[in-house]
């Protein structure tokens, strides 16, 4: 680049009691061939081995991604959460070969390892030492700084994400070098819209597979990635580092910018920050509209999943259409289809389709790892599909309605829980809710509100508030899809990655 270097870090990392670290792009390539150094040295790895990565917002994450990229070897990250039963699985049928983990997991490691016969080391990020593990910051410092990168194929496999398994048994979902490596380019410059001078903080666990689409969006556009260690996720703690540090670009779930517009935004004075971005659940329209007024700043949702990288976005200057989840991503051919794969009219409800055929996208997962039947299961005709629900409009749109299984069939009209739950959203009681489908002697199924009040309501009338949420979404939407029970919760079930669990209430309400 003609001599020219970004004048950012390439890496900043902060744990909000004022330590940090900072890496320059010539210091995370030597941290890197050090840590590649460490990965094929002391923990014997060969390309193509799998480790896996279960680590909290500590730089390491980051260190030992790159160092899998060169050297081959396939990264499996976990989130922290993990127990036992879970780990003893994960390591059982992806046959790791190593694992990186801190002391609060590592006794768990421990008491599962001799179930796990492909388990040969152990690596524990801590500044003390434990047996039967080698202490990864003590080999570090010790290894060499050169390394030469393994080349690797576009076909080879890059990483494994386990599915959060809601339908059985998590699957191991496989990414090859070119699916992220490359997928990711694009939508960091197009959605992201990431130059050297951002600064991008996505607040997502390092478990789950948005920590992946930072990691290949930023640093290929010459971006820095920004973390903040986030011991406990909080309105207050974001706002103020948003105000303390020079972010120019933040990516939440939606379930995060829903605590945040709850805040007075306008006592934020935030520093550098143009460019909001949202996705992994839907965004309701309603947050949208109050952290734009508040802030000035526009949010931009975006849209895909493990399998895949961006599928739709509202991408950087294009007009939003608020509540729908933007166009489809180049070089996805995005499409609603029939249950046979067939392409659907705009204005018709369906499944969201990618084109695999004749070509698969480059950008697109490789398999279901080990599971033949569940990989063909998903495709239908020249589509994969998503198993999510949706419509588009004329104009290219996508308007998501819910994941298959949450769609709820009343009186033989299909009722979406998204569209209840924006509608509910925009009523001042509601904090959050979920919208799922209980059963009814008549209408078979009908639509449950499970809400979460603002503290301002919390001790309203609960009949009077109940009515008065009906009616106000029969105002706002379509009269028959109306919530005709609501129940009052303090809280909803979400996984680590803050998305409602609707099956779970779902279950509860059928007694499943
Ligand atoms: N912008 C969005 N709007 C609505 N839903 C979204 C959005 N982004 C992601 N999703 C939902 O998240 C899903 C992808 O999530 P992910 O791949 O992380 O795993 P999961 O579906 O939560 O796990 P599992 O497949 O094990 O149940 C999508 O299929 C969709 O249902």
């Not at 990483?159 to 699957?171: C, E, L, M, R």
């Not at 909001?276 to 309603?286: I, K, R, V």
């Not at 028959?480 to 919760?489: I, S």
Request: glycine share 8%.
């Amino acid at each position: 680049m003609d001599g020219h270097r970004p004048l950012n870090p390439a890496f900043w990392w902060v744990d909000g009691t004022g330590a940090e670290v900072k890496w320059s792009f010539e210091e995370l390539g030597e941290q890197s061939r050090k840590a590649a150094n460490v990965l094929g040295g002391a923990c014997g790895l060969q390309p193509g081995d799998r480790m896996m990565l279960v680590l909290p917002r500590l730089p390491e994450w980051w260190l030992i991604s790159v160092a899998c990229m060169r050297t081959g070897v396939v990264m499996i990250p976990g989130v922290t959460q993990l127990t036992e039963k879970d780990l003893k699985y994960r390591l059982q049928i992806s046959r790791a070969k190593s694992i990186i983990t801190t002391n609060s997991l590592a006794p768990h490691v421990d008491a599962i390892s001799a179930d796990c016969p492909s388990l040969q080391t152990k690596l524990l990020v801590s500044d003390s030492s434990r047996p039967g593990w080698m202490n990864f910051k003590e080999l570090l410092r010790e290894a060499s700084t050169g390394h030469n990168c393994v080349r690797t194929k576009s076909r080879d496999t890059l990483a494994i994400y386990f599915t959060s398994g809601t339908t059985g048994n998590p699957k191991m979902v496989e990414h090859s070098q070119s699916s992220y490596g490359l997928g990711f380019v694009a939508s960091g410059r197009r959605w992201v819209a990431l130059t050297e001078s951002d600064i991008f903080w996505n607040t997502t666990d390092t478990g789950w597979v948005k920590a992946a689409w930072t990691l290949f969006s930023a640093w290929a556009n010459g971006a820095c990635i920004f973390v903040h260690e986030l011991p406990q996720v909080g309105a207050k703690v974001i706002l103020n580092t948003l105000t303390k540090f020079p972010v120019t670009t933040l990516c939440c779930v939606p379930t995060i910018f829903r605590l945040l517009v709850q805040e007075d935004l306008t006592r934020y004075s935030f520093q550098s920050l143009r460019h909001c971005l949202t996705g992994g659940e839907a965004l309701n329209p309603d947050v949208r509209e109050k952290w734009k007024s508040q802030t000035g700043l526009e949010l931009h949702e975006g849209y895909g999943q493990s399998e895949t990288v961006l599928i739709c976005a509202n991408l950087r200057g294009m007009m939003i259409k608020s509540g729908s989840m933007g166009k489809a991503s180049p070089p996805y051919d995005v499409q609603i289809v029939d249950d046979e794969g067939k392409v659907l009219p705009p204005g018709e409800e369906g499944s969201v389709g990618v084109r695999v055929r004749p070509t698969r996208p480059f950008c697109f997962f490789n398999c279901y790892l080990e599971n033949p039947e569940k990989t063909a299961a998903s495709e239908r005709g020249d589509f994969y599909l998503t198993g999510d629900r949706a419509r588009m409009d004329k104009d290219g749109y996508f308007w998501f309605m819910g994941r298959s299984d949450d769609i709820i069939n009343s009186s033989s009209y299909r009722i979406g829980p998204v569209e209840v739950e924006s509608a509910l959203a925009e009523h001042p009681a509601v904090l959050e809710s979920a919208v799922v489908s209980s059963p009814d002697p008549i209408r078979g199924e009908v639509v449950k509100a499970f809400v979460v009040l603002s503290p301002a309501y919390s001790s309203h009338d609960p009949e009077a508030l109940i009515r008065e949420l009906q009616d106000h979404v029969k105002r706002m939407t379509a009269p028959y899809k109306y919530p005709r029970k609501v129940a009052f919760v303090s809280e909803l079930p979400k996984t680590v990655s803050g998305k409602i669990q609707r099956s779970k209430l779902r279950n509860q309400e059928w007694g499943r």
